[in-house]
């Protein structure tokens, strides 16, 4: 049974998930209805927003342990294969998943702490978008093995005038994984701006 989280809730992954090893952090979000004015006639259409989805590994001090630990669109694996990125979804449209990081825990290497799972707007200043132009976004964690859905946050705040979000993430404890809801906003143009914050 999944468990929906709050944001700043922290709940344990292996402890309670016996032989728990691989797993698949889904990200998903819809963009929001702005209405287009046709020639006779007004119609609501979905904004054309492109979020990325990125996980960056950082270790025991909350920074990027190595480089190639920011796996992003334009780096879909780690160099030890432990994260892999779904692929880039250009629209959000759907439902179920956008974005997918997939995770091996075992794999992961012993200096990496924290996997930081966070979303940016693609080319957001150019296109003048931000977080307001999102809607029904979320994070979840599943089983890889079995496809259970373990846990769920929902993103509920309003993001307006955001242009990335730190949505969640997965850290070790006591030997153990754990995940903690985050759901913070912030103003990084670009995944490798935000990502300064952790060098």
């Given at each position: 049974m999944s468990i929906s989280l709050v944001k700043g809730q922290k709940i344990d992954l292996t402890k309670g998930n016996a032989g728990l090893t691989h797993?698949?952090?889904?990200?998903?979000?819809?963009?929001?209805?702005?209405?287009?004015?046709?020639?006779?006639?007004r119609k609501k259409v979905a904004a054309n927003v492109d979020c990325d989805a990125s996980a960056l590994m950082l270790d025991a001090n909350g920074k990027l342990s190595q480089e190639g630990h920011l796996i992003c669109f334009?780096?879909?694996?780690?160099?030890?294969?432990?994260?892999?990125?779904?692929?880039?979804?250009?629209?959000?449209?759907?439902?179920?998943?956008?974005?997918q990081i997939h995770i091996a825990l075992e794999k992961v290497p012993a200096d990496v702490h924290r996997i930081l799972m966070c979303v940016n707007i693609y080319d957001c200043e150019s296109?003048?978008?931000?977080?307001?132009?999102?809607?029904?976004?979320?994070?979840?964690?599943?089983?890889?093995k079995n496809s259970q859905e373990l846990i769920r946050f929902n993103l509920t705040e309003n993001y307006a005038g955001m242009t990335a979000l730190?949505?969640?993430?997965?850290?070790r404890h006591n030997g153990e994984w754990k995940f903690n809801a985050i759901g913070e906003g912030a103003h990084a143009v670009h995944i490798d701006i935000l990502a300064q914050r952790y060098t």
């Open positions: 797993i698949t952090v889904g990200l998903g979000w819809d963009p929001v209805e702005v209405e287009s004015k046709g020639f006779f006639s334009y780096n879909l694996t780690s160099p030890c294969g432990s994260v892999k990125h779904s692929g880039d979804n250009l629209t959000g449209e759907g439902d179920g998943d956008d974005e296109r003048g978008q931000d977080f307001g132009m999102i809607k029904s976004a979320f994070i979840r964690v599943v089983n890889s730190i949505v969640g993430e997965i850290y």
